[in-house]
């Protein structure tokens, strides 16, 4: 049996890394952090420092009533999260978001672990799976995982291959979508495994409407690939902008064909087009726009979709894209701990287990850390409550929320933090003389019910496995 000096070790010194290897250190016990930079370059990053920013300066909303990032910040900051104190220290104005010196906080990063007693900093590549005599390793290693190791992984898994390319739909909050536009209806109402024959929301187009929507396409903004990701494109996922680029015709005899479905609120007139979406999770709260992954830009798309009727106020909890990624189907391989089932000395955190963002990866590497610690401490530490924003995220990356068939996932695509990933609140929100709220009223009181929830949960949990609670470190937190 190992012992407590016996080190931990993490592979990759991006957020994950860097945050799962703090909080072992932090926890009294060695870890040896490994960072193939400078040894390796990736064809994204531009130096050696550890938790380099290669995209965005932004961690996104700061907000921790109304917004499910900046709930994650708060209970990452009581959790003594070394990538959130950074970039408190680091910050720069962003209005109500937390942006941060991209330089100073990497460097700042790196200068504290490889100061830190407890870490010992290697720099080279792990070429295939970890040795068998580290009993205790996390692979943080992002979605530019080297390709010996993912291989590796692949292998491991029994996957015909890691999913290498991202095929996102757009994501939309149920409570946003109106529903005197969209009606529920399967196409030629057929019900389906499991289903009921109204399994679709439906958003009906007429000619012009669609006509307008095709040209907004063709003329939006789109994101280039990188000269290193390829063209990624097949005939069974294209974008949409792809797919309009071949035709005037092609989408509507795609996936907004308007075949097998009546619009109950006008049944006597046949839509020439139809939207459709699809339940996302078990707890009815996302739907996924079918067939409509696409390259445009986030402001142009957002515009755009909201052409769509039915969807003019739509509040997303994901857009679209596809691009080069690397990560695992976890709901079906990993545990609630995040140990991979095939071999459980092995942990995963980050971009390679599905989620998306700076924050939500630092999140699961948070996570990740303290559960290995944990677990060579010989201390019983549950994950945290599903009720929390850490949790939530733990569950979408486990498959909490993922619905099911013959045991395994019917899709996993990478997610970033937002509450349609958290429980279900019991009561409704009310108004001071107990009548139920309306509107905009009704979402923000729904959001600061929720985040109450989540950290009096987490203070209960924290409390429960007598955790150090840090508190949180930034003053305008929640405004």
Known sequence: MKTKAEPIHVVGGGLAGSEAAWQIAEAGLPVILHEMRPVRMTDAHKTEWLAEL??????????????????????????????????????????????????????????KLESHPNVTLARGEIAGLPPAEWDSVILATGPLTSPALAEAIRSLTGEDSLAFFDAIAPIVHFESIDMDKAWFQSRYDKAGPGGTGADYINCPMDKAQYEAFVAALLAGEKTEFREWEGTPYFDGCLPIEVMAERGLETL????????????????????????????????????????FQTKL??????????????????????????????????????????????????????????????????????????????????????????ETALGALLNHITGGHIETIDGGPKSYQPMNVNFGLFPLMEAAPRDENGKRLKGKDKAQAKKRMITARAKAALSAWIETHGLVDHGPKNGAEGG
Do not use: W
């Open 54 to 111: 290669v995209c965005s300066n932004s961690f996104r909303s700061d907000d921790s009533e109304l917004n499910a990032v900046g709930l994650i910040h708060h209970e990452m900051r009581r959790l003594g999260s070394l990538i959130m104190a950074s970039a408190d220290r680091n910050q720069v104005p962003a209005g109500s978001a937390l942006a941060v010196d991209r330089d100073a906080f990497s460097g700042e990063i790196s200068a």
């Open 252 to 291: 509507r005899h795609g996936p907004m064909k308007p075949v097998g479905l009546t619009n109950p609120h006008n049944p006597t007139v046949k839509a020439h087009a139809i939207v459709q979406l699809r339940q996302d999770n078990k707890l009815g709260t996302l739907y996924n726009m079918v067939g």
């Open 297 to 386: 830009k986030y402001g142009a798309q957002a515009e755009i979709l909201r052409m769509i009727p039915g969807l003019e106020n739509a509040e997303f909890a994901r857009l679209g894209g596809i691009h080069r990624n690397t990560y695992l189907n976890s709901p079906r391989h990993l545990d609630t701990r995040l140990r991979l089932k095939a071999m459980p000395r092995l942990r995963f955190a980050g971009q390679i287990t599905g989620c998306e963002g700076y924050v939500e990866s630092a999140a699961i590497g948070l996570v990740a850390g303290r559960l290995a610690a944990a677990e060579r401490l010989g201390r019983d530490l549950a994950p945290p409550p599903a």
